[in-house]
């Protein structure tokens, strides 16, 4: 606990968390771990040679490990999915700004993708803060928002290019065609007690209540407004990286730009609550 240190990595979120092995971790350490996460939305970690096994035992320091809908974790783990681009493909999985299955009725409070094969160069993720999205709104737009419940489906065309190669080859069994669930455009954070913007260019299709073309003029500048550069920071990744980020007051979005070079992430997400 003593070596253990926070360093930021931009001003608008993240921290690169150093001197601790998350194979050997006391009840102490994990705190002081979740409140950098709380406070930086996205924490780091380098150098962490995890098995499957130690990966998901550190998961579940933090929460509960829960499967993903489309496609199917490892055979002895199926919480931890892989995250695999191959050297044919074009197309990456995760390649859109998102916030994790914003199309469950309960979606996940965290992710957390550990490093396994990166290549050589690019590969890296941007991560943007919902709080600073809807706190640099003015003051009516706010208003407005508070009163309105986006609609979310997995079924969005942009988002599902992105996981067809998985699909293809490690689909899981008994999936839906497609997920929807409504939430609160605005969502107070059950832990910290702000309020986030929750639409994403991924997922969010409408405001409940109003078709898709009445909805996408304010949908559009929500989408253009929450990732501005200044909310955002990037992370370059390493075999052995750890990133956990909070889906809550975060979104993300894995940059395809290592064409020819495969690419392999495991990743595991945390059970959340309903948002409000």
């Not at 803060?129 to 706010?142: D, I, K, R, V, W």
């Not at 929807?180 to 910290?192: F, I, M, N, Q, S």
Request: hydrophobic fraction near 40%; glycine fraction near 6%.
């Amino acid at each position: 606990m003593s070596a253990l240190a926070v360093h930021p990595v931009a001003g608008a979120l993240g921290a690169e968390v150093s001197g601790v092995d998350l194979g050997k971790l006391d009840e102490a350490t994990v705190a002081a771990i979740r409140r950098a996460w709380l406070e930086h939305l996205v924490v780091f970690f380098r150098d962490q040679d995890l098995s499957p096994a130690q990966f998901l035992a550190f998961a579940r320091r933090f929460g509960e490990p829960i499967e993903y809908p489309f496609v199917k974790g490892l055979d002895d783990y199926p919480e931890i999915i892989p995250v695999l681009k191959l050297e044919h493909e074009t197309i990456n999985f995760g390649g859109i700004w998102h916030s994790d299955t914003a199309y469950l009725e309960r979606p996940p409070m965290a992710s957390m993708l550990i490093a396994r094969e990166v290549p050589p160069a690019g590969g890296d993720t941007e991560f943007a803060n919902m709080y600073l999205a809807y706190e640099t709104l003015s003051p009516g737009m706010q208003r407005m928002l508070a009163r309105l419940v986006a609609v979310n489906s997995s079924a969005a065309a942009d988002v599902s290019r992105t996981r067809e190669d998985r699909i293809k080859d490690s689909a899981r069994a008994g999936a839906k065609k497609e997920y929807v669930a409504a939430h609160p455009v605005v969502r107070t954070h059950p832990e910290t007690g702000r309020r986030a913007l929750y639409v994403n260019v991924a997922h969010t299709v409408a405001f409940e209540g109003m078709t898709p073309e009445e909805s996408a003029p304010l949908l559009q500048y929500l989408f253009r407004h929450q990732v501005r550069p200044d909310f955002t920071c990037r992370f370059r990744w390493r075999p052995g990286s750890i990133a956990m980020w909070d889906n809550r007051c975060a979104q993300h979005n894995a940059i395809n730009d290592y064409q020819g070079h495969r690419r392999l992430m495991h990743r595991i997400t945390l059970a959340g609550d309903l948002p409000q």
